[in-house]
């Protein structure tokens, strides 16, 4: 099986669908936008969408970071997890293809 990665046009631009009218509108955020990427993972929960990981075109390199959407206020946050004073790392998995699941 080939593991190439094949270029093509990623974007970094966000979305939001009103599930009562149908319609996408294009919503321009402030805050620190994340690289484009392909191969990510999301979830949301509330007003908040996560996003992970990835791959890079740009930086031809998969990616581990995690950035937060506020959906209200339109804008993305940086953050980083920390487990007992430890950068939190997904497994090698993870960064490439998998699920987030966020338990309330």
Partial sequence: MDQTVKARKVYNDAQIF?????????????GRVPRPRQSHVGASIGGVMLVHGGYSF??????????LFDMRLHKWLKISLKREGVLFEPSEISKTKGTITLNS
Wanted: glycine share 0%.
């Fill in 18 to 30: 009103d599930i009562r009218t149908k319609v996408w509108q294009e919503v321009l955020p402030s």
């Fill in 58 to 67: 740009e930086l031809k390199k998969t990616l581990n970071d995690f950035n």
